[in-house]
Protein backbone atom coordinates (compact mmCIF):
# COMPACT_ATOMS: atom_id res chain seq x y z
CA UNK A 1 0.00 0.00 0.00
CA UNK A 2 1.25 3.57 -1.10
CA UNK A 3 1.76 5.52 2.50
CA UNK A 4 -0.90 7.79 3.12
CA UNK A 5 1.46 10.62 2.75
CA UNK A 6 1.62 9.83 -1.02
CA UNK A 7 -2.01 9.51 -1.78
CA UNK A 8 -4.48 12.99 -2.42
CA UNK A 9 -6.87 13.97 0.11
CA UNK A 10 -9.75 12.22 -2.17
CA UNK A 11 -7.84 9.39 -2.23
CA UNK A 12 -7.07 9.03 1.59
CA UNK A 13 -10.88 10.05 2.64
CA UNK A 14 -12.16 7.30 0.22
CA UNK A 15 -9.55 4.91 1.76
CA UNK A 16 -10.71 5.37 4.95
CA UNK A 17 -14.74 5.13 3.81
CA UNK A 18 -13.59 2.11 2.60
CA UNK A 19 -12.11 0.69 5.63
CA UNK A 20 -15.38 1.97 8.01
CA UNK A 21 -17.68 0.68 5.53
CA UNK A 22 -16.18 -3.23 4.34
CA UNK A 23 -13.77 -3.79 7.73
CA UNK A 24 -15.82 -1.56 10.28
CA UNK A 25 -18.57 -2.81 8.67
CA UNK A 26 -20.51 0.61 10.00
CA UNK A 27 -23.42 2.09 7.99
CA UNK A 28 -23.05 4.55 5.59
CA UNK A 29 -24.91 7.11 7.80
CA UNK A 30 -22.69 6.28 10.61
CA UNK A 31 -19.92 6.97 8.13
CA UNK A 32 -21.37 10.53 7.41
CA UNK A 33 -21.00 11.42 10.47
CA UNK A 34 -17.89 10.22 11.24
CA UNK A 35 -16.53 12.45 7.77
CA UNK A 36 -18.67 15.20 8.52
CA UNK A 37 -20.34 14.74 5.30
CA UNK A 38 -23.49 13.58 3.39
CA UNK A 39 -24.75 9.79 2.91
CA UNK A 40 -24.59 11.04 -0.87
CA UNK A 41 -21.09 11.28 -0.82
CA UNK A 42 -19.97 8.63 1.20
CA UNK A 43 -21.56 6.71 -1.62
CA UNK A 44 -19.61 8.56 -3.81
CA UNK A 45 -16.42 7.58 -1.98
CA UNK A 46 -17.14 3.97 -1.64
CA UNK A 47 -17.64 3.84 -5.76
CA UNK A 48 -14.32 5.82 -6.27
CA UNK A 49 -12.52 2.99 -4.25
CA UNK A 50 -14.22 0.41 -6.12
CA UNK A 51 -13.71 1.99 -9.83
CA UNK A 52 -9.92 2.75 -8.43
CA UNK A 53 -9.05 -0.18 -7.21
CA UNK A 54 -8.91 0.86 -3.45
CA UNK A 55 -11.40 -2.16 -2.44
CA UNK A 56 -11.37 -5.06 -4.97
CA UNK A 57 -14.42 -7.35 -4.19
CA UNK A 58 -14.06 -11.49 -4.28
CA UNK A 59 -17.25 -13.41 -4.40
CA UNK A 60 -17.20 -17.07 -3.37
CA UNK A 61 -20.26 -18.15 -5.10
CA UNK A 62 -21.80 -21.68 -3.69
CA UNK A 63 -23.36 -21.94 -7.28
CA UNK A 64 -22.25 -25.49 -7.92
CA UNK A 65 -23.01 -26.05 -11.20
CA UNK A 66 -20.63 -22.67 -12.36
CA UNK A 67 -17.97 -24.36 -10.57
CA UNK A 68 -18.58 -27.79 -11.88
CA UNK A 69 -18.08 -26.19 -15.50
CA UNK A 70 -15.21 -24.86 -14.35
CA UNK A 71 -13.21 -27.75 -12.81
CA UNK A 72 -14.41 -29.55 -16.06
CA UNK A 73 -12.63 -27.13 -18.40
CA UNK A 74 -9.91 -27.29 -16.45
CA UNK A 75 -9.39 -30.68 -16.52
CA UNK A 76 -10.09 -30.96 -19.67
CA UNK A 77 -8.16 -28.31 -21.25
CA UNK A 78 -5.36 -27.89 -18.25
CA UNK A 79 -6.31 -23.99 -18.48
CA UNK A 80 -7.38 -21.37 -15.55
CA UNK A 81 -10.94 -20.80 -16.11
CA UNK A 82 -12.89 -17.68 -14.73
CA UNK A 83 -16.55 -18.45 -15.64
CA UNK A 84 -19.03 -15.29 -15.71
CA UNK A 85 -22.28 -15.25 -14.56
CA UNK A 86 -24.32 -13.88 -17.79
CA UNK A 87 -28.27 -14.85 -18.62
CA UNK A 88 -28.93 -16.98 -21.69
CA UNK A 89 -31.00 -14.41 -23.15
CA UNK A 90 -28.47 -11.71 -23.36
CA UNK A 91 -27.83 -10.09 -26.34
CA UNK A 92 -24.13 -10.68 -27.65
CA UNK A 93 -23.35 -7.05 -27.80
CA UNK A 94 -24.49 -6.73 -23.70
CA UNK A 95 -22.69 -10.54 -23.34
CA UNK A 96 -19.53 -8.38 -24.66
CA UNK A 97 -19.70 -6.06 -22.38
CA UNK A 98 -20.32 -7.61 -19.28
CA UNK A 99 -17.80 -10.39 -19.97
CA UNK A 100 -15.18 -7.23 -20.74
CA UNK A 101 -16.15 -5.79 -17.50
CA UNK A 102 -15.02 -8.87 -15.27
CA UNK A 103 -12.14 -9.18 -17.63
CA UNK A 104 -10.99 -5.82 -16.77
CA UNK A 105 -11.45 -6.46 -13.01
CA UNK A 106 -9.54 -9.88 -13.06
CA UNK A 107 -6.91 -8.20 -15.21
CA UNK A 108 -5.07 -6.54 -11.83
CA UNK A 109 -4.36 -9.82 -10.80
CA UNK A 110 -2.04 -10.62 -13.78
CA UNK A 111 -0.30 -7.08 -14.62
CA UNK A 112 2.60 -6.31 -12.65
CA UNK A 113 6.07 -3.96 -12.79
CA UNK A 114 8.53 -4.97 -15.00
CA UNK A 115 6.59 -7.46 -17.49
CA UNK A 116 5.70 -7.11 -20.85
CA UNK A 117 2.82 -7.49 -21.79
CA UNK A 118 1.48 -8.45 -25.59
CA UNK A 119 -2.32 -6.69 -26.97
CA UNK A 120 -3.96 -8.45 -29.82
CA UNK A 121 -6.29 -5.49 -30.58
CA UNK A 122 -9.93 -6.41 -31.61
CA UNK A 123 -13.55 -5.81 -30.37
CA UNK A 124 -13.43 -7.50 -27.53
CA UNK A 125 -9.96 -5.73 -26.37
CA UNK A 126 -11.58 -2.60 -27.24
CA UNK A 127 -14.60 -3.31 -24.83
CA UNK A 128 -12.23 -4.53 -22.28
CA UNK A 129 -9.93 -1.69 -22.28
CA UNK A 130 -12.83 0.99 -21.57
CA UNK A 131 -13.44 -0.92 -17.92
CA UNK A 132 -9.39 -1.38 -16.84
CA UNK A 133 -8.72 -0.86 -13.19
CA UNK A 134 -5.73 1.68 -12.68
CA UNK A 135 -2.85 -0.10 -11.01
CA UNK A 136 0.26 1.56 -10.30
CA UNK A 137 3.28 -0.14 -11.81
CA UNK A 138 7.22 0.95 -13.23
CA UNK A 139 9.04 -0.21 -16.31
CA UNK A 140 5.73 -1.99 -17.85
CA UNK A 141 5.49 -2.00 -21.51
CA UNK A 142 2.41 -2.83 -23.69
CA UNK A 143 3.05 -4.28 -27.22
CA UNK A 144 0.89 -4.73 -29.82
CA UNK A 145 0.76 -7.81 -31.11
CA UNK A 146 -0.06 -7.18 -35.36
CA UNK A 147 -0.37 -4.52 -37.68
CA UNK A 148 -3.42 -2.73 -37.89
CA UNK A 149 -3.18 -1.02 -41.29
CA UNK A 150 -5.14 -2.09 -44.42
CA UNK A 151 -6.03 -0.63 -48.17
CA UNK A 152 -8.79 1.67 -46.49
CA UNK A 153 -6.97 3.30 -42.87
CA UNK A 154 -3.95 3.23 -41.30
CA UNK A 155 -5.50 1.32 -38.07
CA UNK A 156 -3.38 3.96 -36.17
CA UNK A 157 -6.32 5.79 -34.99
CA UNK A 158 -8.37 2.82 -33.79
CA UNK A 159 -5.41 0.74 -32.02
CA UNK A 160 -3.54 3.62 -30.38
CA UNK A 161 -6.93 4.16 -28.35
CA UNK A 162 -6.89 0.48 -27.23
CA UNK A 163 -3.35 1.17 -26.30
CA UNK A 164 -3.50 4.45 -24.68
CA UNK A 165 -5.93 3.01 -22.51
CA UNK A 166 -3.70 0.33 -21.23
CA UNK A 167 -0.77 2.22 -21.07
CA UNK A 168 -2.85 4.75 -18.83
CA UNK A 169 -4.79 2.56 -16.54
CA UNK A 170 -0.84 0.55 -15.56
CA UNK A 171 1.43 3.44 -16.13
CA UNK A 172 3.05 1.74 -19.06
CA UNK A 173 5.11 2.44 -21.74
CA UNK A 174 3.34 1.86 -25.19
CA UNK A 175 5.10 0.73 -28.24
CA UNK A 176 2.95 0.32 -31.58
CA UNK A 177 3.44 -1.72 -34.39
CA UNK A 178 2.73 0.45 -37.32
CA UNK A 179 2.71 -2.28 -40.07
CA UNK A 180 0.06 -3.63 -42.32
CA UNK A 181 -2.56 -6.09 -40.54
CA UNK A 182 -1.66 -8.28 -43.87
CA UNK A 183 0.98 -7.59 -46.49
CA UNK A 184 0.10 -8.04 -49.91
CA UNK A 185 3.27 -10.40 -50.80
CA UNK A 186 5.11 -12.60 -48.42
CA UNK A 187 8.51 -10.91 -49.83
CA UNK A 188 7.42 -8.09 -49.21
CA UNK A 189 6.80 -8.82 -45.25
CA UNK A 190 10.28 -10.86 -44.81
CA UNK A 191 11.54 -7.49 -46.10
CA UNK A 192 10.14 -5.71 -43.77
CA UNK A 193 11.05 -7.92 -41.00
CA UNK A 194 14.75 -7.42 -41.63
CA UNK A 195 14.88 -3.66 -40.78
CA UNK A 196 15.43 -2.79 -37.45
CA UNK A 197 12.90 -0.66 -36.24
CA UNK A 198 10.92 -3.31 -36.70
CA UNK A 199 13.08 -6.37 -35.73
CA UNK A 200 13.14 -4.43 -31.80
CA UNK A 201 9.61 -4.97 -31.58
CA UNK A 202 10.04 -8.58 -32.66
CA UNK A 203 11.98 -9.46 -29.98
CA UNK A 204 9.80 -7.73 -27.42
CA UNK A 205 6.91 -10.04 -29.11
CA UNK A 206 9.09 -12.90 -28.09
CA UNK A 207 9.84 -12.44 -24.85
CA UNK A 208 6.32 -11.42 -23.65
CA UNK A 209 5.44 -12.10 -19.66
CA UNK A 210 1.86 -12.06 -20.26
CA UNK A 211 -0.28 -12.20 -24.03
CA UNK A 212 -4.01 -11.02 -23.57
CA UNK A 213 -6.39 -11.87 -26.79
CA UNK A 214 -9.54 -12.87 -27.99
CA UNK A 215 -9.76 -15.14 -30.80
CA UNK A 216 -11.53 -14.34 -34.67
CA UNK A 217 -14.28 -15.52 -35.73
CA UNK A 218 -15.97 -14.62 -38.83
CA UNK A 219 -18.90 -16.04 -37.77
CA UNK A 220 -19.55 -14.18 -34.18
CA UNK A 221 -22.63 -12.31 -33.67
CA UNK A 222 -20.23 -9.85 -32.67
CA UNK A 223 -17.23 -10.26 -35.16
CA UNK A 224 -13.78 -9.26 -34.71
CA UNK A 225 -12.51 -6.10 -35.95
CA UNK A 226 -10.77 -8.10 -38.73
CA UNK A 227 -13.93 -9.23 -40.48
CA UNK A 228 -15.56 -5.45 -40.46
CA UNK A 229 -12.90 -3.21 -40.85
CA UNK A 230 -12.12 -4.23 -44.86
CA UNK A 231 -9.04 -6.45 -44.09
CA UNK A 232 -9.94 -9.65 -45.49
CA UNK A 233 -11.50 -9.86 -49.67
CA UNK A 234 -12.88 -12.59 -51.15
CA UNK A 235 -10.33 -14.49 -52.27
CA UNK A 236 -9.07 -14.15 -48.62
CA UNK A 237 -11.89 -15.78 -47.27
CA UNK A 238 -12.02 -18.48 -49.96
CA UNK A 239 -8.64 -19.39 -48.59
CA UNK A 240 -9.11 -19.68 -45.28
CA UNK A 241 -12.12 -22.18 -45.94
CA UNK A 242 -10.24 -24.08 -48.01
CA UNK A 243 -7.49 -24.07 -45.46
CA UNK A 244 -10.18 -25.57 -42.95
CA UNK A 245 -9.42 -22.20 -40.82
CA UNK A 246 -11.49 -22.20 -37.93
CA UNK A 247 -10.15 -18.43 -36.16
CA UNK A 248 -7.77 -16.48 -35.69
CA UNK A 249 -5.33 -15.05 -32.79
CA UNK A 250 -4.05 -11.45 -33.47
CA UNK A 251 -4.65 -12.20 -37.00
CA UNK A 252 -2.68 -15.60 -36.88
CA UNK A 253 -4.53 -18.31 -38.20
CA UNK A 254 -5.24 -22.23 -37.51
CA UNK A 255 -7.18 -25.16 -37.51
CA UNK A 256 -9.77 -27.22 -34.98
CA UNK A 257 -7.30 -29.13 -34.68
CA UNK A 258 -4.97 -26.22 -33.64
CA UNK A 259 -2.90 -26.67 -36.83
CA UNK A 260 -1.78 -23.60 -38.80
CA UNK A 261 1.15 -25.22 -40.96
CA UNK A 262 0.06 -24.31 -44.57
CA UNK A 263 -2.73 -21.49 -44.24
CA UNK A 264 -1.48 -19.29 -46.47
CA UNK A 265 -2.67 -16.37 -45.22
CA UNK A 266 -0.55 -16.42 -42.36
CA UNK A 267 2.50 -15.96 -45.00
CA UNK A 268 1.76 -12.64 -45.35
CA UNK A 269 0.09 -11.70 -41.78
CA UNK A 270 1.87 -9.73 -39.41
CA UNK A 271 0.58 -11.30 -36.05
CA UNK A 272 3.41 -13.66 -34.09
CA UNK A 273 3.56 -17.35 -34.83
CA UNK A 274 1.98 -19.71 -32.84
CA UNK A 275 5.40 -20.73 -31.55
CA UNK A 276 6.27 -17.43 -30.05
CA UNK A 277 3.11 -16.65 -28.72
CA UNK A 278 3.33 -19.99 -26.50
CA UNK A 279 6.45 -18.72 -25.23
CA UNK A 280 4.48 -16.16 -23.07
CA UNK A 281 4.20 -18.02 -19.79
CA UNK A 282 0.87 -16.27 -19.50
CA UNK A 283 -1.99 -16.47 -21.90
CA UNK A 284 -5.22 -14.77 -21.45
CA UNK A 285 -7.67 -15.32 -23.60
CA UNK A 286 -11.17 -13.38 -23.19
CA UNK A 287 -14.39 -14.47 -25.33
CA UNK A 288 -18.07 -13.28 -24.97
CA UNK A 289 -21.07 -16.02 -26.82
CA UNK A 290 -21.49 -19.39 -28.00
CA UNK A 291 -20.18 -18.53 -31.76
CA UNK A 292 -17.08 -17.98 -31.01
CA UNK A 293 -16.60 -21.40 -29.32
CA UNK A 294 -15.18 -23.47 -32.87
CA UNK A 295 -12.50 -21.09 -32.80
CA UNK A 296 -11.90 -21.22 -29.11
CA UNK A 297 -11.44 -24.74 -29.72
CA UNK A 298 -8.65 -24.30 -32.17
CA UNK A 299 -6.74 -21.80 -29.92
CA UNK A 300 -7.27 -24.43 -26.76
CA UNK A 301 -5.83 -27.02 -29.58
CA UNK A 302 -2.99 -25.27 -30.00
CA UNK A 303 -1.84 -24.52 -26.47
CA UNK A 304 -2.41 -20.96 -27.12
CA UNK A 305 -4.32 -20.44 -23.72
CA UNK A 306 -3.72 -20.54 -19.59
CA UNK A 307 -6.27 -18.61 -18.70
CA UNK A 308 -9.85 -18.17 -19.85
CA UNK A 309 -12.22 -15.32 -19.48
CA UNK A 310 -15.69 -16.59 -20.54
CA UNK A 311 -19.34 -16.10 -20.21
CA UNK A 312 -21.22 -19.28 -18.55
CA UNK A 313 -23.42 -19.80 -21.85
CA UNK A 314 -20.29 -20.44 -23.77
CA UNK A 315 -18.48 -22.34 -21.69
CA UNK A 316 -20.97 -25.13 -21.00
CA UNK A 317 -21.14 -25.23 -24.52
CA UNK A 318 -17.66 -25.52 -24.57
CA UNK A 319 -17.64 -28.69 -22.20
CA UNK A 320 -20.67 -30.28 -24.51
CA UNK A 321 -19.66 -33.45 -26.09
Known amino acids: MTPDTDLDERTRTALRA ?7 ELTMEAIARE ?18 GLVQIQIHSPHEGRERVEREI ?6 HPHVIPVPDATSDVDRLDRVALAAGRLLGRYVDSNMRIGIGWGSTMSALSRHLVPKSMHATAIVQLNG ?14 ILRRFGAAFGAQVHQFPVPAFFDDPSTRD ?7 VGRMLEMQASLDLVL ?11 SHVYLGGYLDAADYASLAEDGVAGDVATVFYRADG ?21 APRRLCVVAG ?3 IPALRGALAAGLVTDLVIDETAARRLIEA
Open 74 to 79: QRRYHV
Open 35 to 52: LRSSRSSVSRLLAYARET
Open 18 to 24: AHLYYVQ
Open 191 to 197: AMWRERS
Open 290 to 292: VSK
Open 213 to 223: FSVGSPTAEVP
Open 148 to 161: AANNLTSGIDYTSE
Open 259 to 279: SSAGIRLNERASGPNVATLRR
